[in-house]
């Protein structure tokens, strides 16, 4: 594994407001080295930009400020001096979510004031802002201002929330901007703008250090602004699993007054496809700051809480549930099947206070030895609460041997709790133990500083049964997978159609088709992958289990073969020599034919592609499904056939 590296070039143009041509006043255009992206600049009693591409115009006069204790930063502005920089980078992530290189250019255009700085950055695929403050001790901040002015109706693509307490698993909701009013719910990032222009635009926010998630609330009729979480001052008991704020600040920060604020970027697509391929977050994240990478190991894992660790049949000679036994058959499995982790989720310790004691009916040290004779290590599931009140168990957890850990009901992303997720990360990697976030806010950065933290949950996965549909989660590749690494955990054996669903755990089910199940481990993106279902059902079905524990979590290369936010996703996904395919589909076609080109694969060379489709029967019995070989070859067309809630799974070798 190699560190992230940033091997950049730039061209710097320094300008002053006697520039010329390029500021007219106090007016500056900027543009993507391609041109196609273009924003202009109007300094006046606020600092207003506008935003077009192709032509079009997408934002009107957005414009933004940072409001502190003693005054407004982008109120009024003087600009003292501005200058431009265009850069190329190539940057290699530590866990590589989509491609193993990014190669990345962007002009950099940097606006200087008295005492603070924003800073623009133009890609061909998106643009970034953030204040730079150059003040001595400590600031508060009390607002911080983004607006964005849609110039005609627009559909929002968000996930709202009646408060800033939530996990940020709320299904999506589609609401016209010219609807949203300022009393409706708020809405978490990433958002997903849908101009009506040909355009969509993707918005959330990077490096995020010391400083509250961003909200959107509409700004009444076509507007759109930030919204943000007072800091907690102090708290109260809230039972086992969380505390709740009994005092608030009035501010939303209270920070160092030498410091970069947080990216706010927006991802802007000609073509869904490329959301799907987009590394927005990556590209302006900070580098890891861990110098010994070679422990973090990213991997699948068996997952007992989704099944009720509830394995049966002839093979289970002991009484199943939380305990050695039961974990010792999870090993197993894991181990057959090449798996590297399994989760120990709530069970498995005595109480949810103490993550000393285990439950005396499981041995925390006997099956980490089991499982290092297996090659497959434990993740063991705690409260936020727990590991607050006991941040000395990551020493513990690794004298035990224990490789990672599994965080919960943290539901909320204020600045206090943006600070313990990165305590907690940072402390984890003093004990070489990776992280999982659930209950958890977006990916924004911290991922890449710290590699050990391998995925957030933040979404709306398959924990939700029946309340998990394909048409919600047809918009997690362009929306949340879009931003990071998602614990969906999927995995399902038990497949069914809306209208025939049923289920609950130990016997737990999906919508969607046995082969869109397959398809989720190719199209979703997590460092730590889950198995969810039952090995039981797992053995019973050897074809579809010895394909998903084949697919890598991490990736050479990505391509987008066919994409339509909402309605369908094909992508394919190269390691090493291998490619696979994954494909999904939602409910509102009884069939979709997909035509795709191998056009990925290398010419002269013939390959083997086995692949998973959709049965005959798979739109009214979701089990249903094929598994059938071919030859294929550069340039070679196929049609790919899924019926509604279906999906397509194969490898090419």
């Known amino acids: 594994m190699k560190f992230t590296h940033r091997m950049t070039a730039s061209l710097l143009l320094l300008c002053s407001l006697s520039a010329g041509s390029f500021a007219q006043g106090r007016q500056i255009d900027f543009t993507s080295p391609d041109g196609q992206l273009k924003l202009h600049f109007n300094l006046a009693d606020k600092i207003y930009y506008s935003v077009a591409a192709g032509g079009k115009e997408l934002l009107k ?75 001595k001790g400590d600031v508060e901040v009390m607002n911080e201002d983004l607006t964005l002015n849609f110039p005609q109706e627009a559909l929002l693509h968000l996930q709202q929330s009646g408060g800033f307490r939530t996990s940020y698993e709320e299904p999506y909701r589609h609401v016209s901007s010219t609807q949203w009013k300022p009393e409706d719910h708020i809405a ?4 997903l703008i849908d101009t009506k222009q040909d355009y969509k635009i993707l918005v959330s926010e990077s490096d995020l250090h010391d400083y509250p998630c961003m909200f959107l609330k509409s700004g009444g009729s076509n507007v759109a602004q ?48 490329q959301l799907l391929e987009n590394t927005m977050n990556l590209r302006l994240a900070g580098p890891s700051v861990l110098k010994d990478v070679s422990w973090i190991k990213p991997g699948k894992a068996s997952w007992e809480w989704w099944n009720g660790a509830a394995p049966y ?86 004298e035990w041997g224990v490789k990672g850990v599994k965080i919960d009901f943290m539901d909320r992303s204020d600045q206090w709790m943006v600070n313990y997720y990165e305590n907690v990360v940072k402390e984890a990697a003093k004990h070489h133990i990776v992280v999982d ?94 198995l969810a279902d039952n090995p039981t059902l797992y053995y019973r079905n050897p074809d579809c289990t010895e394909f998903i524990a084949s697919v890598p979590v991490t990736w050479d290369e990505t391509s987008a073969l ?23 589909t939602n409910n509102q076609e009884k069939t979709r034919d997909v035509n795709i080109n191998f056009s990925f694969l290398q010419p002269g ?13 798979a739109g009214h019995q979701a089990m249903d499904y094929r598994k059938k070989t071919i030859q294929v070859k550069r340039g070679d067309n196929f049609t790919i056939h899924m019926v509604r809630n279906g999906g397509f799974a194969g490898v090419i070798e």
């Open 562 to 584: 066919a994409a339509d936010a909402g309605q369908l996703d094909v992508v394919a996904k190269r390691k090493g020599d291998k490619w696979f395919i994954g494909g999904i």
């Open 188 to 191: 978490t990032l990433p958002a």
């Open 61 to 135: 006069e957005n414009h933004l400020g940072l409001t502190l204790a003693n005054g407004t930063l982008g109120e009024n502005p003087k600009l003292v001096a501005w200058h431009t920089i265009k850069k190329q980078e190539t940057i290699t992530p530590l866990v590589p979510m989509k491609f193993s290189t990014v190669n990345t250019e962007y002009n950099d255009l940097q606006m200087d004031f008295k005492g603070y700085s924003v800073e623009f950055r133009a890609y061909n695929d998106g643009f970034a802002y953030r204040f730079i403050l150059k003040q």
């Open 437 to 530: 976030f659930h209950g958890a806010f977006k990916p924004a950065g911290l991922e890449f500083t710290y590699p050990n933290l391998l995925s957030y949950e933040g979404v709306r996965g398959m924990e939700q049964m029946g309340g998990c549909t394909p048409d919600n989660s047809l918009y997690l590749p362009f929306m949340r997978n879009a931003v990071g690494p998602m614990d969906y955990t999927p995995g399902a054996m038990f497949s069914m159609q809306p209208e025939d669903y049923a289920s609950e755990r130990p016997n737990a089910g999906s919508i969607g088709t046995r082969a869109y199940q397959m398809a989720l481990f190719v199209v979703f993106e997590s460092g730590i992958q889950m």
């Open 226 to 273: 930030a919204t943000f979480p007072k800091t907690p001052l102090e708290f109260g008991p809230d039972g086992d699993r969380s505390l709740k704020i009994t005092k608030a600040a009035d501010y939303i920060a209270k920070t160092t007054g030498t410091r970069n604020f947080p990216w706010r970027y927006f991802v802007v697509a000609h073509d869904d496809k």
């Open 313 to 398: 049949g002839p093979d289970v000679n002991f009484v199943s549930g939380f305990n050695t036994d039961t974990y010792k058959y999870f090993i197993d499995f894991a181990s057959k099947y090449g798996i590297q982790y399994i989760v120990m989720d709530e069970g498995w310790a005595k109480t949810t206070e103490d993550p000393f004691t285990a439950n005396p009916n499981v041995d925390v040290k006997e099956l980490v030895k089991y499982g290092n004779s297996k090659n497959v290590h434990i993740v063991l599931w705690l409260t936020w609460l727990c590991v607050h009140n006991h941040m000395e168990l990551f020493k513990t957890f690794e």
């Open 605 to 617: 060379k013939t390959y083997t592609m086995t692949y998973f489709e959709d049965g005959i029967n």
